[in-house]
């Protein structure tokens, strides 16, 4: 598309409108600014034009600046550039915003002397995810127009604000039709034209808001104590108050270009580009020819209720089904519950709990998927059951139903091999709470059919998911890195480590919690079960649930929960039994340092990562990121595992496992030969 036709310019009369055409979203590529400026300046010096419209074509107004930008040699005019081109017109300009405004889009639409909108357009800048402040005159803009709290609150939070909130805010004038936007926008262009313009550059600031936003600064430097962006963000709008604008926006333009050299905002672009890289699978259609409508899930126990709450959740028909009626009944009381839950906190009003409950009909025995266009397997963890179940679907699904497994770490092939179709089969891996946790790792066995992967890949994302295909081996990718992690944790504690230095090491490096009461969390006897069902060895947690340790539920675990406590206390008896756990296993205790700590739980997962890219399990280094980013709660500012180890270097990696392996004797230590050809597989 040239210059020429990514911005439009008709006429209303005596009003020019200028209009975004650079499908999809509108994005502020150099193209469209440089057409823009063209726009703005010829309608300018045309004396039959009083007044200028910016409207857009398609359903987003404009998603911002083009990030594909970002790593390019810059061309003027910079956005920045840009607003100061508009402030200096001599004509009004009015933003017709028919759809979501947002970053760049919305530091555009600020720029204008006035803004309407339709009830479905929004206004946002996020960029704040991106590890970066808006600028592009963000900072200074809208401080002025709606008070430097309630900006701080929006650029900050980066959600953006629907057209009735920014309309109560002040972010916009009006709100039309979208049949009547661009007639009430020219009519709006023109009163401004007669009143004189409305520049949000000549606004001063208010000194008496100065004490409010202080203090809600405080509160955000306490709570994001390593978000360079919220320091930044805290910091330009407060240059609002005591700076002259133009000075103001060169000092949020250094904080821009600041933050965007730096470490954590190219990890959260990285991981903004890593979600949607994952979408394109080679080979298969994102379009299905025939797309999933009705949905039945087998096992209504806490994973398969959370399955079919998702699918009730988006609108789907879903057949919930257990083995008998009782089973069928609790499974009711169970998503019934579950929803009164989110209706007692106010992020569900009762009228939806009672759609949502609607769509899910309780059902005792297999006949009831007999409908279903696909139908997810949610039983108990164990091959034979599958077998079982499999076999008898086999015989009662619809020839073309996509029949799905949602196991964490069995054989999806064998799995198909208990079908006459395995074509049909794949695995749909949710994590738990799967109503809530946005990731589904989608296996992929030899046999599975491109159309079969295409509709439920569609499926997924129709709910909101974020779905990566993997390739079949035991735990899959999220899992089988987990599995490196706590043979280390298990290692360590043997060695001398205890719960509270592992924990301690981990939440200081970004997780949300440690291996340890994660573990405690979950339920320490679902692994040690898993472990002897498969002939494994974990000796530390495995003598705490021979004790009958297995954590919260019994009271005790790696911590101790005195009276039912949620937040674990250092055990002196767990401390004794895994001294005891070391002298049976003939390993001599020793004080280890944090670091090693970290790199012994970090490096091993970076390892088991290369393996799992060269025997082609994942596609790209970047789809491993993403399941760890959204199933494990990775630090996002530090971009997944295999993002960070191109960081720190995969030499240094490989030098620091060997020299483990040698001091521990721990051979599953030695280090991956094709570990940095592997980590550079993006």
Known sequence: ??????????????????????????????????????????????????????????????????????????????????????????????????????????????????????????????????????????????????????????????EPRKAEEALALGIADRIATPQDLLAEAAALARQVAGEGRRRLSARGMDAGELPGFEEKAAVLVNKHEDADEIAAIIASIRNSFGTDFAAACREEQALFQKLRQGARSKALRYAFFAERRSAHVEGVSPKPEKPIETVAVIGGGTMGSGIAMSFANAGFPVTLIETDEEGAARAQERVGATYDISVRRGSLSAEDKTQRMARISFKAGLDHAAGADLVIEAAFEDMGVKRDIFGRLDAVARPDAVLATNTSYLDVEAIAGFTARPQQVLGMHFFSPANVMRLVEVVRTGKTSPEALARTLAAARALGKLPVVVGVCHGFVGNRMLARRSEQVDRMLLEGATPAQIDAVLTRFGFRMGPCAMGDMAGLDISWRMRKATGRRAPVADALCEAGRFGQKTGAGYYAYPQGARQGVEDPEALKLMEAVSAREGVARRILDDQEVLERLVYPMIDEGARILAEGIAARASDIDVIWLHGYNWPRGLGGPMHYAGEVGPDLIAERLDAYAEQTGDASLRPFERLGEMVGKK
């Open 1 to 158: 598309m040239s210059a020429m036709d990514v911005v439009k310019v008709g006429r209303q009369d005596d009003v020019a409108v200028v209009t975004l055409n650079n499908a999809p979203v509108n994005a502020l590529s150099h193209a469209v600014r440089s057409a823009l400026q063209g726009a703005f300046h010829e309608a300018d010096r045309d004396d039959a034009i009083r007044a200028i419209v910016l409207a857009a074509n398609g359903k987003v107004f404009c998603a911002g600046a083009d990030i594909s930008e970002f790593d390019q040699p810059p061309r003027a005019p910079l956005l920045p550039d840009l607003l100061a081109f508009m402030d200096t017109l001599a004509k009004p300009v009015v933003a017709a915003v028919g759809g979501a405004a947002l970053g760049g889009g919305c530091e555009l639409a600020l720029a204008c002397d006035a803004r309407i909108a339709t009830p479905s357009a929004g206004f946002g800048l996020p960029e704040v995810k991106l590890g970066l402040l808006p600028g592009a005159g963000g900072t200074q803009r809208l401080p002025r127009l709606i008070g430097a709290a309630a900006a701080l609150e929006m650029m900050t939070g980066g």
